[in-house]
C-alpha cells in the first residue's frame, strides 16, 4: 500500500510540475506577445523598464508575503551586476526586433539559447562532453541555419541575427548563473537581476520616454506580472520534478506564440521557419530526455 501511495504522489508531483511549466510558458508567450503589440508604439529601454520594474515590485511583495530573506549584501556584487547588464541586453535584442519580424520566428530563433548555454558549459564549466550533446548542438545549429536563411532574405537578417546574439548573451548569463547558485539564493539572483535591469533602462529611460495611456500602462505592468509569475512558475516546477522531465514542455512557448501571432496579426509561419522549429525542438528535447543523464555532474 505505501509503494501504491508513493507512486501515486510521484505521479501527481510530475503532473503538477508539467502543469506548472505549461502556464509558465503560456505567460511567458503573453509576456512576448505584449511587447510586440507595444513596440510598435513604446521605445524598448521603456517597454523593458516597466517590465523589470514591475516584476521587482512583484517580486518584492510576494517574497514578503512568504517570508523570504532577501539580502542585497554579497560579496558577489560585481557579478550580479555583469549578469544583469547580460540580461537586460538580451532582452533588448529579443524584444527590438518584435517590430520587424513575425513572433513566432522572434521566439523560435531564441530557443538557440540552449545550444549555447551546452557549449558555454562544456568549455568554461567543464562538464562532460558526450555524442548525444554534440548530435544535439548540430542539429539545433541545423535548425538555426535553416530559420536565418543567409543570404535568401537580407532584409530580415539582420534583424534574426539580433536574437541570435541575444541569445548568446543570456546563455552567458546562465553560466555566471551556475556559478552563484552555489553562494546566491534564487531569490538574491531574480532581485539583482531585476534591479539591475530597472537601472539601466531607467538611466536611459528620459531619452525614450512616451507618456503612456491607462490601458497601455496597465499592459505594461501585465508584462511586469507575467514575467514575475513565470519565474515563480517555472521554479516550482523544477522543484517538484527533475528537470529532464519537465524542460522539454518548455517549447511549449513556441505552442501558443504560434496561435497568438496568427490569431491577433494573421501571421503564418513559412516552410522555413517550421522545419527549423521543428529541428530546434527536436534538439532541445533531446537534451532534455536523452543527453542531459548521461552527464556527470
Known amino acids: 500500500m505505501t509503494q501504491i501511495a508513493t507512486r501515486s504522489n ?108 551546452t557549449a558555454l558549459a562544456i568549455v568554461v564549466l567543464g562538464e562532460r562532453v558526450t555524442v548525444h550533446i554534440w548530435l544535439a548542438v548540430v542539429l539545433g545549429f541545423c535548425g538555426m541555419l535553416t530559420i536565418l536563411r543567409p543570404g535568401l532574405q537580407d532584409g530580415e537578417f539582420w534583424m534574426q541575427s539580433a536574437v541570435v546574439l541575444g541569445s548568446l548573451l543570456w546563455a552567458i548569463s546562465i553560466v555566471l548563473t551556475r556559478r552563484l547558485t552555489h553562494t546566491e539564493s534564487n531569490t538574491t539572483i531574480v532581485f539583482y537581476f531585476l534591479l539591475t535591469g530597472a537601472m539601466f533602462t531607467g538611466v536611459a529611460l528620459p531619452f525614450h520616454w512616451t507618456t503612456p495611456s491607462l490601458g497601455d500602462l496597465i499592459a505594461l505592468a501585465g508584462i511586469g506580472l507575467a514575467a514575475a509569475c513565470t519565474q515563480f512558475l517555472m521554479a516550482d516546477a523544477f522543484r517538484r520534478a527533475p528537470a529532464s522531465v519537465v524542460s522539454p514542455f518548455f517549447y511549449a512557448t513556441l505552442i501558443w506564440t504560434t496561435a497568438i501571432g496568427y490569431l491577433v496579426w494573421g501571421e503564418v509561419p513559412d516552410v522555413y521557419v517550421l522545419i527549423g522549429s521543428a529541428m530546434l525542438l527536436m534538439s532541445g528535447i533531446y537534451v532534455a530526455v536523452v543527453a542531459t543523464p548521461n552527464i556527470v555532474k
Open 10 to 117: 510521484n505521479s501527481s508531483s510530475v503532473t503538477q510540475a508539467i502543469l506548472l511549466m505549461l502556464a509558465a510558458t503560456l505567460l511567458s508567450a503573453v509576456f512576448s506577445a505584449g511587447s510586440k503589440a507595444l513596440v510598435t508604439e513604446y521605445s524598448t529601454t521603456q517597454i523593458l523598464f516597466f517590465r523589470c520594474a514591475f516584476a521587482l515590485l512583484f517580486v518584492s511583495a510576494f517574497a514578503r508575503i512568504r517570508g523570504w530573506n532577501v539580502s542585497l549584501d554579497t560579496p558577489n556584487r560585481a557579478a550580479h551586476m555583469v549578469r544583469g547588464t547580460l540580461n537586460i541586453l538580451s532582452l533588448v535584442l529579443y524584444v527590438w526586433p518584435m517590430a520587424y519580424l513575425p513572433l513566432a520566428d522572434v521566439v523560435a530563433l531564441s530557443f538557440t539559447q540552449p545550444l549555447f548555454a
